[in-house]
């Protein structure tokens, strides 16, 4: 059988313009339709990657080394050596952008008026810095300025809490190594202000020397965090880092130490495809209407192509030829609208006046849209492949017509 | 040599309850080339008997050949190529199709047979003069008088060279000037291409141009008479 490709293309556009008002409708309900979804999956993919990148800079980064046992007694009786060798070599290799061995302990920390529990961080300010794991806004006094520091970064909300602020003295309390309680006044060198006013209450920094000394360490370490250029990749690097760790430390990577943000972003995978599903089998009621529509005008008009000896294959392939035009005219004008939704939203869209309530989700007040390629690309699939579904029973009856009824009708 | 041999075609059609005779027995052979005109009240089955004929149709028993093929019982997709490669067919109310123009509509035949562009560009051109619409090939049947109209249908009936063209009360919305030119066309294609023209009408004019007539009445054939045609006067002088 001859496929003349040509001919059935322009029956097919011309036929789509017999009716413009109706085609012009479906095609801004098909374009609605695709813009909502781009923009949509957007905006939760810009969410889910803000609350990962969150949640990564709480962690910090995208792996962790512990002691074996830290994870069961995260106390500093599990500790760990600085480290050496292949571990070093490790680290210092691409993809591994940056490295910081810290010493993460429970704590309380007691002003003249109040006491709060928190996680204090020995941490090297170097290494901290290349992780970007220092809180971002400075408001009062100073960083760390080096592992020997001697004074504490307090969050505002923590500095509120205990009624303290810059320059006064508070007591550290900790357990060192042998279960006893360590302690020691510190000065408030700077307060700072996090993300997330949660990361302000519950950590507080210290250099990791001086932390070392008072809970009776010498180079130990609890925790080393990894970051890498892709956090989406970290499954492509983190056997390496495993094997060379060797097997008294545990190497983590961030969906098993956050394992809500991982469950996150593999749920968001799959709602963005049922949202997308979704919208379009709304639609789909709009293609069908018109398409069968276009078929019950036309039925004469298609008897006679029958009668001429045209294939019922070929009717079918008009038919779908007519609805994939519509359907690529509403995915063209649904992409360009969303682009032109989403481009000018680069920036970021101010989402303070809900980020309190999502603080719990690890969200920031501004939200970054992030287009991904794969999401057009998706949309454009579910488009195609439900609209040509949807439109394969209007196509079939048209090529079941009876040629002797379809011509005898008025 | 018969080109189509019918025998004891019978079809009835679901009215409701009831069931109507639409053929009843009917048996017949065209010769090849010949110009026949089947008559007969409404509901006397010329239309059942040149759907059938045409394809379009399958009768409940009894067989057709179309050069010696069955094709009463050919697969609907192996009709469909029958009436694409061997059978034109003009309608009563000229059917085209209006998206298309003329060209575009005389065309579409051949574009479905897979006729290369430059020949069936060609062969339309042709076509289209020969009926007497040289220049209005851009034209769309919306832009046409009805026997325009009908024209380009003859057009494209006999664009791809059929064997057999199967017109269906060709001239019933035609005015009296147009459908004596379409007569006359359809005998001049008859008479210098061969073409066997089998014609459903109501319409004497129509009948005055057949060399045979057939009468039919509830499904059967009554009458099938051979008669002088009326028209234009043959080059060489017979008519």
Not at chain 1, 181 to 196: C, M, P, S, T, W
Request: aromatic share 4%; net charge neutral.
């Amino acid at each position: 059988m001859h496929w003349p490709l040509m001919s059935l293309l322009t029956l097919a556009w011309r036929n789509l313009w017999r009716n413009y008002r109706r085609t012009l409708i479906m095609l801004l309900a098909i374009a609605l339709g695709v813009w909502a979804m781009i923009v949509m999956s957007a905006l939760m993919r810009g969410m889910t990657d803000q609350m990962v990148r969150n949640g990564l800079a709480t962690l910090p980064g995208e792996a962790q080394i512990h002691h074996r046992d830290f994870r069961l007694d995260p106390s500093v009786v599990n500790h760990m050596p600085m480290p050496a060798g292949n571990l070093l070599a490790q680290l210092n290799s691409a993809p591994i952008t940056a490295w910081a061995a810290r010493l993460r302990v429970p704590a309380v920390l007691a002003s003249e008026y109040a006491s709060r529990g928190v996680t204090v961080l020995g941490i090297d300010p170097a290494q901290e810095a290349a992780l970007g794991s220092l809180p971002e806004t400075l408001l009062e006094g100073r960083m760390l300025g080096s592992p020997d520091d001697r004074g504490i970064l307090l969050g505002a909300s923590l500095a509120r809490r205990l009624d303290t602020g810059l320059g006064k003295r508070i007591v550290l309390m900790s357990q060192d190594t042998e279960n006893n309680v360590a302690d020691r006044g510190v000065r408030v060198v700077g307060i700072y202000q996090a993300r997330l006013q949660g990361d302000e209450e519950r950590f507080a920094y210290v250099g990791r020397g001086a932390l070392q000394e008072l809970l009776g360490l010498e180079q130990e370490v609890t925790e080393i965090a990894v970051s890498a250029a892709d956090y989406r990749a970290v499954d492509a690097w983190l056997p390496a880092l495993r094997a060379s760790a060797g097997p008294g430390l545990e190497v983590l990577g961030w969906t098993e130490l956050h394992t809500f943000l991982g469950t996150m972003l593999a749920v968001q995978e799959g709602f963005v495809l049922v949202f997308m599903v979704v919208v379009f089998l709304v639609l789909s009621f709009g293609l069908i209407n018109t398409l069968v529509m276009a078929v019950f005008e036309r039925t004469r008009e298609l008897g006679l192509m029958q009668a001429l000896g045209m294939r019922p294959a070929l009717i079918l392939s008009q038919v779908l030829l007519e609805s994939l035009l519509l359907l690529a005219l509403g995915l063209l004008a649904g992409n360009g609208l969303a682009l032109a939704t989403l481009l000018p939203l680069r920036d970021g869209v101010d989402i303070s006046a809900v980020a309190e309530g999502m603080e719990m989700m690890e969200m920031s007040a501004t939200l970054y849209p992030l287009l991904a390629g794969r999401d057009m690309l998706l949309s454009t699939a579910v488009v195609l492949i439900l609209g040509l579904l949807a439109s394969l029973l209007p196509a079939w009856r048209a090529s079941r017509l009876d040629p002797v009824r379809a011509l005898a009708r008025h | 040599m018969s080109s189509i041999v019918c025998q004891d075609l019978c079809k009835t059609f679901a009215q409701g309850e009831e069931r109507i005779t639409g053929l009843d027995r009917v048996s017949l052979s065209i010769d090849a080339g010949e110009l026949l005109c089947l008559s007969g009240p409404s509901g006397s089955g010329k239309t059942t008997l040149l759907n059938a004929l045409g394809g379009l149709d399958t009768p409940d028993s009894g067989s057709i050949r179309l050069a010696g093929r069955r094709i009463d019982q050919l697969s609907r997709g192996a009709r469909a190529d029958l009436r694409l490669r061997e059978i034109g067919f003009v309608f009563q109310a000229y059917n085209l199709i209006p998206v298309l123009s003329a060209r575009e509509n005389v065309e579409f035949v051949m574009q479905v047979q897979g006729v290369p562009v430059a020949a069936r560009h060609q062969r339309a051109a042709a076509m289209l003069a020969e009926v007497g619409l040289a220049g209005l090939e851009n034209r769309r049947p919306g832009e046409m008088s009805g026997g325009q109209q009908q024209r380009v249908a003859v057009a494209r009936a006999i664009a791809s060279e059929p064997r057999l063209v199967l017109a269906d009360e060709p001239t019933a919305n035609l005015d009296s000037h147009s459908a004596t030119q379409l007569m006359d066309l359809f005998q001049t294609l008859n008479r210098d291409r061969g073409v066997t023209f089998v014609l459903a009408t109501h319409d004497p004019r129509v009948m005055a141009y057949a060399r045979r007539l057939i009468r039919m009445e509830d499904g059967r054939i009554i009458e099938d008479i051979a008669q002088q045609a009326a028209g234009r006067p043959s080059p060489g002088g017979a008519s």
